[in-house]
């Protein structure tokens, strides 16, 4: 859950977040916090943070669309944050659906929104999971 801590800052009503920023900024906004409170031990945590969004971002994605972050790679490179990154599309935080578990069919197309490198991404991360497991969705 800690990937997800800047969700606090973000207005988000719907799953009781009150805070001012967008919700695609919850990522850096808890990077941020972990950072600002000891960056050395927090590191690998802020980089979790950050590079969770969908499959990840690139700079270009991040520019073309206008997305409220700053114009940097957020893409998962460690094991620990392809993990996370890949499970975290699966669910939502809406309290309704909270506990119950997207098909691939519905993550492929809400990653879609945002582009054939999305998508390629997203089927790379699953493919790197399903020959893990042998039993992904």
């Known amino acids: 859950m800690l ?3 800047g969700i606090i800052g973000v207005d988000a009503p719907g799953i009781y977040c009150h805070g001012t920023a967008p919700y ?8 941020a916090h972990l950072r600002s409170i000891d960056a ?9 943070c950050e590079v969770h969004i969908g499959s990840g971002l690139t700079a270009e994605e991040i520019r ?3 997305l409220p972050l700053p114009e940097v790679d957020f893409l998962p490179v460690t ?4 993990l996370i990154t890949y499970a ?5 935080k809406t309290p309704a659906v ?4 997207k ?8 990653i879609s929104k945002h582009g054939t490198a999305a998508v390629a991404r997203l089927m790379a991360l699953h493919e790197m999971w399903q020959a893990v497991d042998g039993e992904c969705k």
């Open 24 to 31: 695609l900024q919850h990522g850096v906004l808890g990077a």
């Open 79 to 82: 094991l620990e944050e392809k």
């Open 103 to 110: 098909p691939f069919e519905k993550v492929v197309r809400s």
């Open 98 to 101: 909270l506990r119950n578990e």
């Open 40 to 48: 050395k031990r927090y590191a690998r945590h802020a980089r979790v």
């Open 88 to 92: 975290d599309t699966f669910y939502s």
């Open 3 to 5: 990937h997800d801590y």
């Open 64 to 66: 073309s669309h206008g």
